[in-house]
T-cell receptor, first 115, second 112 residues
Framework: ETGVTQTPRHLVMGMTNKKSLKCEQH?????MYWYKQSAKKPLELMFV???????ENNSVPSRFSPECPNSSHLFLHLHTLQPEDSALYLC??????????????FGEGSRLTVL | GQQVMQIPQYQHVQEGEDFTTYCNSS?????IQWYKQRPGGHPVFLIQ???SGEVKKQKRLTFQFGEAKKNSSLHITATQTTDVGTYFC????????????WGAGTKLIIKP
């Protein structure tokens, strides 16, 4: 139990489908992140939200759309994905990102396969 | 651009042997973090080093931060099967408060 819960754990979708990934953190943290993890590549930061405000969008294609309705919940809406988008999508949260000292708490990830 | 290089990519050891992974940054880091990801799991925070030349120990794990704060290492003494996984280092991106630059990880494999 990490305090960060992601659903679904596994998702298979076609290129024309619309789906969403959900993340919930029970740690009282202020910052939430979406990361993409592909095989043999460093973790790639996609989006950052701090106090519900998006503070970073790392040139992520518009087929990925984040939503942060409150400090505890984060969504990643998926639409018209490509097979190369297949990866493990990790949600994380942290407390003191402003001071750049906060450790990241990761969820267990959502394994996405795009057919 | 700013990079964090981590070597080796893989290390095969016999149980009981030592393991070391190295992390080198192209720029000076204000701090460095280490994470472990078990097979099929998610990254879990191990430690953060902040001071130049800092050395911290967690049981059989020893973490070092270089004097110039551009490199770091993780050494595991007498590996056990529970140590299996991928070890990542990560440091802050310059001029950013929330972005970490990640190494590609070193996968520790215990030979049967």
């Amino acid at each position: 139990e990490t305090g960060v819960t992601q659903t679904p754990r596994h998702l298979v979708m076609g290129m024309t489908n619309k789906k969403s990934l959900k993340c919930e953190q029970h740690l009282g943290h202020n910052a939430m992140y979406w990361y993409k993890q592909s095989a043999k590549k460093p973790l790639e930061l996609m989006f950052v939200y701090n106090f519900k405000e998006q503070t970073e969008n790392n040139s992520v294609p518009s087929r990925f759309s984040p939503e942060c309705p409150n400090s505890s919940h984060l969504f990643l809406h998926l639409h018209t994905l490509q097979p190369e988008d297949s990866a493990l999508y990790l949600c994380a949260s942290s407390q003191d990102w402003e001071e750049n000292t906060g450790e990241l708490f990761f969820g267990e990830g959502s394994r996405l396969t795009v057919l | 651009g700013q990079q964090v290089m981590q070597i080796p990519q893989y290390q095969h050891v016999q149980e009981g042997e030592d393991f070391t992974t190295y992390c080198n940054s192209s720029t000076t880091l204000s701090n460095i973090q280490w994470y472990k990801q078990r097979p099929g799991g998610h990254p879990v925070f191990l430690i953060q080093l902040v001071k130049s030349g800092e050395v911290k120990k967690q049981k059989r794990l020893t973490f070092q931060f270089g004097e110039a704060k551009k490199n770091s290492s993780l050494h595991i003494t007498a590996t056990q099967t529970t140590d299996v996984g991928t070890y990542f280092c990560a440091g802050p991106l310059m001029d950013s408060n929330y972005q970490l630059i990640w190494g590609a990880g070193t996968k520790l494999i215990i030979k049967p």
